[in-house]
């Protein structure tokens, strides 16, 4: 009899990208942002950016590798500064930056080319859906962003959007969908809104409402498929997969350690959201600090450390109950954690979003014409 695999084990000791946090600073101050510290500026050393680059160099040498910069608003770090962090990398490394894009101007579009950064900005769709998006003052960014924006597409800069869903329901993704078409973004990533961090609002949805929203925006986009929707082409390689018989293939044989690398230079793996944060039990969540030790080091040794058995545990749990497993190979440690205080359970109402009632929807068009 042929073994079947099913779903990751473990952890691998090469990440595929780095989350890098270069300030914790943001200039806006979204109703639904997780980060506990984005009134501070606590701008990364450069020291911090040279450790991990040289951990990263190895990595790159196996194949493509990516660093992500992402915030506070990794924007507010300053061009100079950002410069300084991302010299230190070798040139294969591709850069992407994950933005409110409030701060694009001119002189960011010339970074952004002379870098090669790919940009990622987060709107909500349509104005009246950034009701969320707002400055300290409570001051609505919409215009800031659009003018971001807009800088882009003077430039001829091809972006990405991601969009974050607070109450998902039908009669909202055909809306948000045509949105992001007329927007010009070439990729569009869908987060229905998550209950973690600083973010303690509820995000138990009714589930026909949730499904229902997921089955219309794969409505939507089977009409003009122009933008790759993240969270769809993802689905249906799945449901592809598992009609020939290859689904044992698509999730890799370890979980991807995603390391963020904090600006102290604390390493925090699976889960950029545990950064900021203590717990009697779990400590400060890190794994290590680039500045004693390689992050190589620090990744070899990652699955035996702190809270990181127990979230292992979860995913067993998941394998040996949920029938999703194969498609979300137990999600994220972060949701497990901010909704139930521990890591070894299962089920969240975000994975239950975001990953079952998605399959649900997406599965809603199998056979349709
Ligand atoms: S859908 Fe939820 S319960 Fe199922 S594998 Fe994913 S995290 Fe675990």
Partial sequence: MTETWSGMRGIAAVPTYVVMQPTTLCNLDCSYCYLPFRSAENRMPVEVAAAVAESVSSFAAAGRFSVVWHGGEPLATGRDHLAALLAPFDPAVEHHV??????????????????????????????????????????????????????LRRHGLAFSALCVVSRPRPGLAGRLYEYFLDLGCDVLGVNIEEREGVNARANAFDAAAVRGFWSELVAAWRRDPRIHVREIEWTLRYAGAVLDGTADEVLPRRLDPIPTI????????????????????????????????????????????????????????????????????????????????????????????????????????????
């Fill in 98 to 151: 994950q933005t409110n894009a409030t701060l694009i101007d001119d002189a960011w579009c010339e970074f952004f080319v002379e870098t090669g950064m790919r940009v990622s900005v987060s709107v909500d769709g349509p104005e009246d859906h950034n009701g969320d998006r707002v400055d300290r003052a409570g001051r609505p960014a919409y215009t800031r962003i659009m003018h971001g924006i807009e800088s």
């Fill in 262 to 369: 904090a600006a102290d230079g604390r390493v925090f793996l699976l889960s950029p959201e545990l950064a900021g944060f203590t717990d009697a039990r779990y400590g400060d969540f890190s794994s290590g600090s680039v500045c004693t030790e390689p992050l190589a080091d620090i990744l070899a040794r990652a699955a035996g450390v702190g809270w990181i058995p127990e979230f292992l545990d979860g995913v067993e749990g998941c394998r040996r109950s949920c029938p999703y497993f194969g498609f979300c190979g137990g999600a994220h440690a972060a949701n497990r954690y901010f909704e139930h205080g521990r890591f070894d359970v299962t089920e969240t109402d975000h994975c239950r979003n975001s990953k079952i009632r998605l399959l649900e929807g997406v599965l809603d068009h199998a056979g349709a014409r």
